[in-house]
């Protein structure tokens, strides 16, 4: 074995020691080590926040049947932001004023952004959206692959399948937004301008309830994909107006932040037959790194079939934070300070995570490119994910 490989495995090895259960070890007692966690539990984006409370209970409940952060049980305080970026900032500030070491900041988008001005002298504040631009150095990271690198695989895809007439039906929200400029910039990417025309750009308010205008409009341009980059009930309803409009059959691409269980099964009358997104592994079936593999295993056994809550892109976007996040406090211990986290967090690499690999010096404040990012389709008969077809 070459020594880079025996190095590779070494790391990953030691990395795994302290990223996942440690069978043996005592339970976690004394006094709770708290982090703040500033969630959409209303509002919304309640679907969002009600997953991401579930991973982090779940990774909360598997710290401290493990030791708890070198010995002291580990305590997600979860509060609820509304879905307000105004509600956000709010809690932020108090947060801040207790001197934190990290902050769990749920987002959407647009909390996650107003909270930045905050955060120039720290403490360490993960976004759970992935759709956040981040600022190399900065305290402030973002979890998960960014949304630019979703959407280059997902081209890149589209056009291995022949997909050459897109139509895309922005919100006007800040994730429509950025999202739209990404698509506008990556139909000028020269992988691009010959093989695949945009050939619609439509947008919606997320609180309208109906966007037939704007679907008549895209059906007259004889699209083969559909890309609407929303989510929740603004999703429900592109899929509603496509319905009324006979489009049931153009393949629709929505936000991965659609990629919830919950959702999907309850609005399963609605469900299009061909809903295809960019997301993790949703099992460990076919995923080569031995060591991811095994962060794949350990986050899909802590939502069992018989739990309420469920193992999806929405419970990952908060699951590897967390454990990412304890890996680094049991490093620096109890007592470690946020610069400490910061510089942990800025040289971490080889940390092997549900969305890949993690080398945070490679890209800075995420830690991930585009690699981990596998196309899936929706199947609402077996209710779950099944990756496209080589």
Known sequence: MARTSRLAVVLGLALLIGALPQPGLP??????????????????????????????????????????????????????????????VQLMSAALATHPVVVIDGGPLAGCRANVPLLTNGPVVYCLSNSLPTVPGSWVFSTAYATRDALAVAMSRFRQMKIERIAVLSPTD?????????????????????????????????????????????????????ISYTT????????????????????????????????????KDIILKDVVFAGP???????????????????????????????DFISALAWDPAMIVVYMLRKIGPN?????????????????????????????QRGLTGQGVLLQRWDKDLQTWVPLAK
């Open 27 to 88: 339970a976690a007692t004394g006094a709770p080590l708290e982090v703040y966690a500033s969630l959409s539990m209303t509002g919304n984006a309640a679907f969002l926040g009600a997953g991401e409370q579930d991973a982090l209970h779940k990774v909360e409940a598997l710290t401290n049947a493990s030791g708890g952060i070198n010995g002291r049980p580990l305590k997600f305080i979860v509060e609820d932001n509304q879905s307000s970026p105004q509600v956000d």
């Open 174 to 226: 800040a994730t429509g937004q950025e999202t739209d400029q990404l698509l506008r910039d990556a139909a000028q990417a020269p992988e691009n301008v010959n093989d695949v025309s945009f050939v619609a750009f439509e947008h919606f308010n997320p609180t309208d309830i109906s966007v037939s205008a704007q679907l008549a409009h895209i059906k007259e341009t004889n699209p083969q994909l559909l």
């Open 232 to 267: 929740g009930t603004a999703l429900g309803t592109v899929f509603r107006g496509m319905q009324t409009l006979g489009l049931d059959d153009l393949p629709v691409f929505p936000s991965s932040g659609s990629m919830s269980w919950g959702q999907l099964t309850a609005e």
């Open 281 to 311: 592994p949703l099992s460990s079936a076919g995923v080569k790194d031995p060591d991811v593999k095994k962060a794949v295993e350990t986050f899909l056994r802590a939502f069992p079939p018989s739990s309420t809550a469920h193992a």
């Open 336 to 364: 470690g300070t946020a610069a400490q986290l910061h510089d942990g967090l800025m040289s971490l690499r080889g940390y092997p995570g549900v969305f890949g690999r993690y080398d945070f010096p490679a890209s800075p």
